[in-house]
């Protein structure tokens, strides 16, 4: 299986605020990473895949990057609706595996 | 737009067997799409556990390979899963998801999530 390792586990953070959370693979897995945004006690959401498709409706303020092993989102200007864990994936091979998510919260 | 439906008993004794339907409305199950499960434990992070593709062909974890199995049933547009011989490790929120299309992210359209407590 393929192992997928966030870090930090948790970023504290202001509002305004630009972070880069980062997502690495045991092994290359080409572009195939997909970020999922978790809310607490809510259902995950797909933010957004490495080709830098947003999905519909998901704003600008998040960019993706990288390829291989080593993948990063950036949320640019922190605002108080992003504070969530977010959560990458892989899909280059069977079984699909996730990080266990970096938290952002509020400084 | 497609929406995802879990349904299914919320509590299951230990050793016995879980059974979840998803529900699909606003779509068809028949379409070039992997439906998917994952789960979550309490507190901790997500777990893929499987998909299955309308024909029939599926993909597990192999983490839960020996217990699990996922099939569709395209006459009730709706996907199910049974896991055997459930411990309290099993208890978590059970999700069902479909994918964006084939070959893309698995995970584009979520259902609500059902909690399955394993306990006696």
């Known amino acids: 299986d393929i192992q997928m390792t966030q870090s930090p586990p948790t970023l504290s953070a202001s509002l305004g605020d630009r972070v880069t959370l980062t997502c690495r693979a045991s092994?290359?897995?080409?572009?195939?990473l997909a970020w999922y945004q978790q809310k607490p006690g809510k259902v995950p959401t797909f933010v957004l895949y490495v080709t830098s498709h947003l999905q519909s409706g998901v704003p600008s303020k998040f960019s993706v990057s990288g390829s291989g092993t080593h993948f990063t989102l950036t949320i640019y200007s922190l605002q108080p609706d992003d504070f969530a864990t977010y959560y990458c994936?892989?899909?280059?091979?069977?079984?699909?595996?996730f990080g266990q998510g970096t938290k952002v919260e509020i400084k | 737009q497609v929406q995802l439906q879990e349904s299914g008993p919320g509590l299951v004794k230990p050793s016995g067997t879980l059974s979840l339907t998803c529900g699909v409305s606003g779509g068809s199950v028949k379409t070039n799409n992997w439906w998917s499960w994952v789960r979550q434990s309490p507190g901790q992070g997500l777990e893929w556990i499987g998909d299955v593709f309308h024909t029939g062909s599926s993909h597990y974890n192999p983490s839960l390979m020996s217990r699990l199995s996922i099939s569709v049933d395209r006459s009730k547009n709706q996907f199910s899963l049974t896991l055997t011989s459930v411990t309290a490790a099993d208890t978590a929120v059970y999700y069902c998801a479909r994918d964006i299309g084939v070959g893309g992210v698995p995970h584009a359209v979520w259902g609500q999530g059902i909690l399955v407590t394993v306990s006696s």
């Open positions: 994936q892989q899909y280059h091979s069977y079984p699909w595996t």
């Open positions: 092994q290359s897995i080409g572009t195939s």
